[in-house]
């Protein structure tokens, strides 16, 4: 039976044996005489600074390593650990070379003489994890925020565009699969990645559930303008919204109707020309409020131009707010 007593095979916990523990850890031993200001630290500690060993340092030498941010942190823990002889932990960063390290310390004041004795541990991946489960719960928190304005302005879009609780719920169920479709185009495997989409890879997606709407190509097409990921759900409400109401009172309303997209970059802007066929006699019923309030948010314009063909809707942007709504 096991009383806890010593075995004469059990490990010692000399000074060797611990070394190799602290090695394991990655813990660098330092101490300070506060009342000369004589901090020694053992090899590894001078390596979690990038110090070159010498047989003391001071505070000032440590000071001159640690980031400006947490200067005041890192003075006021010492002072405090040297006054009130109380254990202390203090996270902060410094640079090591060009790096920055994260350095967590802890420490005691051993008796009346003022002496501290402490830990030096690299706690860099585990801030760097912390700041990047940070990163994500802000970012998701913005996402579900966005959600829930875009869901409830497409709600609003379709109520105002319909007189049936069967037509709003095809309209609304349309509207939220082409906002998913552009989501899947932007997110396709649901990792970190370049989330900026090339427009017409953009508006070949948006397009592709209408089946009398094409893209159009001329000389005049710009073939690799980005658009960032912000203004991606923007301008598939804008498509779907300019869809919609043709399906009610343009060239999609009708057998023969077709409608062409094009594209067009300038120096500084980007026009995309929403070209209605045989909707002309269906004028007076076109309605772009809706899409004119989006377009505006995205500091763009838009004008209308009715032909003996049909409808030209032009949407000009500024090139650099359409490529700078990159998430």
């Not at 032909?307 to 949407?315: C, E, H």
Request: hydrophobic content about 40%; some cysteine.
């Amino acid at each position: 039976m096991n009383d806890g007593s010593a075995q004469p095979d059990d490990v010692t916990w000399d000074e060797r044996h611990l070394r190799i523990a602290t090695d394991i850890a990655g813990v660098g031993l330092w101490s300070w005489h506060a009342v000369i200001d004589r901090i020694t630290m053992d090899q590894r500690a001078f390596n979690l600074w990038g110090l070159t060993p010498r047989a003391a340092v001071t505070i000032d030498d440590l000071s001159a390593s640690i980031h400006p941010d947490d200067q005041d942190k890192v003075h006021a823990a010492f002072d405090a650990v040297r006054d009130a002889g109380v254990d202390h932990h203090c996270d902060f960063r410094i640079w090591r070379g060009d790096e920055i390290r994260w350095i967590s310390a802890r420490c005691r004041c051993d008796g009346d003489d003022r002496k501290v004795f402490g830990v030096f541990v690299d706690v860099t991946a585990r801030m760097q994890a912390e700041e990047q489960r940070e990163l994500i719960a802000c970012e998701m928190r913005h996402r579900v925020k966005n959600l829930f304005s875009v869901t409830t302005a497409v709600a609003s879009f379709a109520a105002k565009s319909t007189d049936t609780k069967q037509e709003m719920l095809k309209d609304l169920t349309l509207r939220l699969q082409s906002l998913a479709g552009a989501y899947n185009l932007v997110h396709p495997r649901g990792t970190a990645q370049d989330n900026n989409i090339r427009l017409d890879h953009l508006l070949a997606a948006l397009v592709k559930p209408y089946s009398a709407v094409s893209l159009e190509n001329s000389p005049e097409t710009p073939p690799h303008v980005i658009v960032g990921e912000r203004c991606i759900t923007s301008m598939a409400m804008i498509i779907h919204d300019l869809a919609t109401n043709s399906a009610k009172f343009g060239a999609l309303s009708r057998d023969v109707g077709k409608v062409g997209i094009s594209c067009h970059a300038r120096a500084e802007d980007i026009r995309i020309i929403w070209s209605e066929y045989h909707s002309a006699e269906l004028n007076d019923e076109f309605d772009s409020e809706m899409t004119e309030r989006i377009v505006k948010q995205l500091n763009g314009s838009l004008s209308r131009d009715w032909t003996d063909a049909g409808l030209n809707v032009t949407l000009r942007f500024d090139k650099a707010t359409l490529q700078g709504c990159a998430g």
